[in-house]
């Protein structure tokens, strides 16, 4: 049972402004919304954390509507660097009972010149 | 501070054999978590342990295992090698165990690519 749904990919230019919105209607009381970046051959790398409202760091912002069943990861202006695999983060209830953070299927977002 | 390390970072197999890989977690992190990775089914979770336990365990067979040191270092074992055990697999540590509702950030290492042929 997916806990978090994402766009499969997204293609952009750059200079443009790229949002990307996942779902998690199940997202319980206390958990957090993380985003992840992944590059080829690589491990993910930490982006940006939010709990509600509005998050904003160096390198992107985390909108969460007051429902908190979705939020979107915002790059400002998208370069050739940024083409990547894009994941969301919730807690997902595991086989143990307790809630650990699961990967959902990851957005791949195509920055063209 | 040293990130996580994975050892080996390639690995070739062939079927019916076993393979154990190691992780060594961000110095002062008690919990290492492993992931496998394919093209088809993207990131999955194995298992986290914290302090030499292991917390949770994903939908994984039992040929897929795991044990915590008391350093913190974290081996994974595969044992029956099947052609679809191909993957990449990534640990992450933190410095708390993992849940949904705390702040706490996954540091990944590169990874062990296993090719079982």
Redesign the interface.
């Known amino acids: 049972l997916a806990k978090t749904t994402q766009p499969i990919s997204m293609d952009s230019y750059e200079g443009q402004e790229v949002n990307i919105t996942c779902s998690h209607n199940n997202i319980a009381t206390n958990d957090y919304i993380t985003w992840y970046q992944q590059f080829p051959s690589q491990g993910p790398r930490f982006i940006i954390q939010g709990y509600k409202t509005k998050v904003t760091n160096e390198v992107a912002s985390l909108f969460i509507p007051a429902d908190r069943k979705s939020s979107t990861l915002s790059l400002p202006r998208v370069s050739l660097s940024d083409t990547a695999v894009y994941y969301c983060l919730v807690g997902a209830r595991m086989d143990t009972g307790r809630r650990a953070l699961t990967f959902g299927s990851g957005t791949r977002l195509q920055v063209q010149p | 501070k040293a990130g996580?390390t994975q050892t080996p970072r390639y690995l070739i197999k062939t079927r019916g054999q076993q393979v154990t890989l190691s992780c060594s977690p961000i110095s002062g992190h008690r919990s290492v978590?492993w992931?496998q990775q394919t093209p088809g089914q993207?990131?999955?979770?194995l298992f986290?342990y914290f302090s030499e336990t292991q917390?949770?365990?994903?939908?994984f067979p039992g040929r897929f295992s795991g044990r915590q040191f008391s350093n913190s270092r974290s081996e994974m074992n595969v044992s029956t090698l099947e052609l679809g055990d191909s993957a990449?697999y990534?640990c992450?540590s933190s410095f708390l165990p993992?849940?949904?509702?705390?702040?706490?950030?996954?540091?990944?290492?590169?990874?062990t690519?296993l090719l079982v042929l």
């Open positions: 996580v978590s992931y993207g990131l999955q979770f986290e917390r949770n365990k994903g939908n990449l990534l992450a993992l849940t949904g509702e705390d702040r706490e950030t996954q540091y990944f290492g590169p990874g690519r």
